[in-house]
């Protein structure tokens, strides 16, 4: 059972189910359009697979209208939590306080979820960091935690509308800012992903809502009506040292592939090196076959790609991986193969769940990146940072690592944005983010090529890549 809570706490939860307890069950017309908002929202959020939690349900009016394998709602009002089991015979309700909350079966044995969505009910908690805290036993290392509250510059308005009978009486409660969830989450044992606004009409308003909520919102989401923040546990380390499969697509880099055998590190608990070669008009895939040959001590596999660009040899490479970590080295070397234990650092840590190298923070060699790429890449880091939500300073360094049950779930979800990315970037970027998994951008020092040419065509790759951040900008943010 949980520790008790304070009287205090306890009177203000008294006083909020007596609230709802004499309160209509049926959401008012003008708070339905609002739910089914928040709901179209939420499914972007929620893989169908998942399992979904909601502290403070009411009547079930959100979680209904939710797509996920299995539900559960938790309020403290046992007239609303009857409503719900009404209306929703198919999912489970209880009747309980976030502060208290426990969902221990009679053997002991607690549920966890994947999702737990705490919706418009942090203002109205008698004890927020206690039920934040009060998650952890419900949650496991992938879970999210989904929190939407009302923007505080929306007060006046809010408090207009309600005196007109637009919007449903409250029990007195908090008008929390982002900056005092932010930290509470903090306090909580929480680490924040990304925050985003939405909701700028709440009403369809004869289609004007849908517009002005799709187009205008994801440029004025400092003044949207609805904050949003996805979160995670602070940090889950792995419980013990991880394999590693180290990918390394090679086309026309006959003379990098010694270099990348000697100079690449056993990482974790053992490493792999899988070599893709990708139709050179060189003498690469010889050169890794006597390298292989060479080196009976080291993990080394070797394949050569049906399809064609980087993006088509990197998934090729993990199809055949057997690492927990599986990392991306282009042959080129300009990204140091000595930076790689880095990158593992941060993924076994549980500081992040994806690793982003970074070229763009400490000097570089004088010929490894032409003005007018380096200009592109700022560029794209500041779209990318807007755009995924999290920070992101450069988004085309070859090196990307995250653990292979993320990336499985990444490649189970790419219907979502098609086949579309012959370079492989973008493809796991955005996986990420659709995914909710925290970013960690990882700065290393980019080198000056030492052997062959650039595969990369600057103005038609440009333009390709442009095209890639206008379609996925649909799929993100215009929803």
Same mark, same amino acid.
């Given at each position: 059972?949980?520790?008790?809570?304070?009287?205090?706490?306890?009177?203000? !939860?008294?006083?909020?189910?007596? &609230?709802?307890?004499? /309160?209509?069950? /049926?959401?008012?017309?003008?708070?339905?359009?609002?739910?089914?908002? !928040?709901?179209?929202?939420?499914?972007?959020?929620?893989?169908?697979?998942?399992?979904?939690?909601?502290?403070?349900?009411?009547?079930?009016?959100?979680?209904?209208?939710?797509?996920?394998?299995?539900?559960?709602?938790?309020?403290?009002?046992?007239?609303?939590?009857?409503?719900?089991? /009404?209306?929703?015979?198919?999912?489970?309700?209880?009747?309980?306080?976030?502060?208290?909350?426990?969902?221990?079966?009679?053997?002991?044995?607690?549920?966890?979820?994947?999702? #737990? #969505?705490?919706?418009?009910?942090?203002?109205?908690?008698?004890?927020?960091?206690?039920?934040?805290?009060?998650?952890?036993?419900?949650?496991?290392?992938?879970?999210?935690?989904?929190?939407?509250?009302? $923007?505080?510059?929306?007060?006046?308005? +809010?408090?207009?509308?309600?005196?007109?009978?637009?919007?449903?009486?409250?029990?007195?409660?908090?008008? +929390?800012?982002?900056?005092?969830?932010?930290?509470?989450?903090?306090?909580?044992?929480?680490?924040?992903?990304?925050?985003?606004?939405? #909701?700028?009409?709440?009403?369809?308003?004869?289609?004007?809502?849908?517009?002005?909520?799709?187009?205008?919102?994801?440029? !004025?989401?400092? &003044?949207?009506?609805?904050?949003?923040?996805?979160?995670?546990?602070?940090?889950?380390?792995?419980?013990?040292?991880?394999?590693?499969?180290?990918?390394?697509?090679?086309? $026309?880099?006959?003379?990098?592939? *010694?270099?990348?055998?000697?100079?690449?590190?056993?990482?974790?608990?053992?490493?792999?090196?899988?070599?893709?070669?990708?139709?050179?008009?060189?003498?690469?895939?010889?050169?890794?076959?006597?390298?292989?040959?060479?080196?009976?001590?080291?993990?080394?596999?070797?394949?050569?790609?049906?399809?064609?660009?980087?993006?088509?040899?990197?998934?090729?490479?993990?199809?055949?991986?057997?690492?927990?970590?599986?990392?991306?080295?282009?042959?080129?070397?300009?990204?140091?193969?000595?930076?790689?234990?880095?990158?593992?650092?941060?993924?076994?840590?549980?500081?992040?769940?994806?690793?982003?190298?970074?070229?763009?923070?400490?000097?570089?060699?004088?010929?490894?990146?032409?003005?007018? $790429?380096?200009?592109?890449?700022?560029?794209?880091?500041?779209?990318?940072?807007?755009?995924?939500?999290?920070?992101?300073?450069?988004?085309?360094?070859?090196?990307?690592?995250?653990?292979?049950?993320?990336? *499985?779930?990444?490649?189970?979800?790419?219907?979502?944005?098609?086949?579309?990315?012959?370079?492989?970037?973008?493809?796991?970027? &955005?996986?990420?983010?659709?995914?909710?998994?925290?970013?960690?951008?990882?700065?290393?020092?980019?080198?000056?090529?030492?052997?062959?040419?650039?595969?990369?065509?600057?103005?038609?790759?440009?333009?390709?890549?442009?095209?890639?951040?206008?379609?996925?900008?649909?799929?993100?943010?215009?929803?």
């Amino acid at each position: 059972m949980p520790p008790d809570i304070s009287a205090l706490a306890r009177e203000h !939860l008294d006083r909020v189910r007596a &609230f709802y307890d004499a /309160a209509a069950t /049926a959401p008012l017309p003008g708070a339905g359009a609002y739910r089914a908002l !928040l709901a179209h929202y939420y499914n972007l959020l929620i893989p169908p697979d998942a399992s979904v939690l909601e502290i403070g349900c009411g009547s079930g009016d959100l979680l209904g209208r939710l797509r996920a394998r299995r539900k559960v709602g938790v309020d403290l009002s046992p007239r609303q939590i009857e409503a719900a089991r /009404a209306r929703f015979p198919q999912d489970e309700f209880h009747v309980q306080a976030g502060e208290l909350l426990d969902l221990a079966a009679p053997g002991g044995k607690r549920e966890t979820f994947d999702v #737990i #969505i705490v919706s418009d009910t942090l203002n109205l908690a008698a004890d927020v960091q206690r039920l934040l805290e009060r998650l952890h036993p419900v949650s496991h290392p992938d879970t999210r935690l989904l929190v939407n509250f009302q $923007n505080t510059l929306w007060r006046p308005l +809010l408090s207009l509308a309600r005196g007109f009978g637009l919007k449903a009486p409250q029990p007195q409660n908090s008008w +929390l800012a982002s900056s005092d969830v932010m930290n509470l989450l903090q306090l909580a044992g929480w680490s924040a992903i990304h925050r985003h606004g939405r #909701i700028l009409l709440p009403g369809a308003l004869l289609g004007l809502g849908t517009l002005v909520n799709r187009w205008l919102a994801p440029l !004025l989401q400092w &003044f949207c009506l609805t904050v949003f923040i996805v979160a995670r546990r602070a940090r889950t380390p792995a419980p013990q040292p991880l394999t590693v499969s180290v990918v390394i697509p090679a086309r $026309n880099e006959a003379g990098n592939i *010694e270099a990348a055998v000697a100079r690449t590190a056993e990482l974790g608990a053992g490493t792999e090196l899988i070599f893709v070669e990708g139709h050179s008009k060189d003498h690469t895939w010889a050169e890794i076959q006597r390298v292989a040959a060479a080196h009976p001590g080291r993990r080394i596999k070797i394949l050569q790609q049906t399809g064609k660009g980087k993006g088509d040899a990197v998934r090729a490479g993990f199809a055949v991986a057997t690492g927990d970590v599986l990392m991306i080295l282009d042959a080129d070397l300009t990204m140091p193969p000595e930076e790689l234990p880095k990158f593992y650092d941060v993924i076994a840590s549980g500081r992040a769940e994806f690793a982003n190298g970074v070229r763009l923070v400490y000097p570089m060699d004088e010929k490894a990146m032409q003005f007018l $790429n380096l200009c592109a890449n700022k560029a794209f880091g500041l779209i990318f940072t807007w755009l995924l939500g999290q920070p992101v300073k450069d988004t085309l360094c070859g090196t990307k690592v995250l653990t292979r049950a993320h990336y *499985e779930r990444i490649a189970a979800n790419r219907a979502y944005f098609g086949d579309f990315d012959p370079f492989g970037d973008f493809d796991l970027l &955005f996986g990420a983010a659709k995914l909710n998994l925290k970013i960690a951008d990882v700065p290393i020092r980019y080198r000056e090529r030492t052997y062959g040419t650039t595969n990369i065509q600057r103005w038609r790759h440009g333009w390709l890549l442009l095209r890639m951040v206008l379609f996925a900008a649909r799929k993100l943010k215009f929803v």
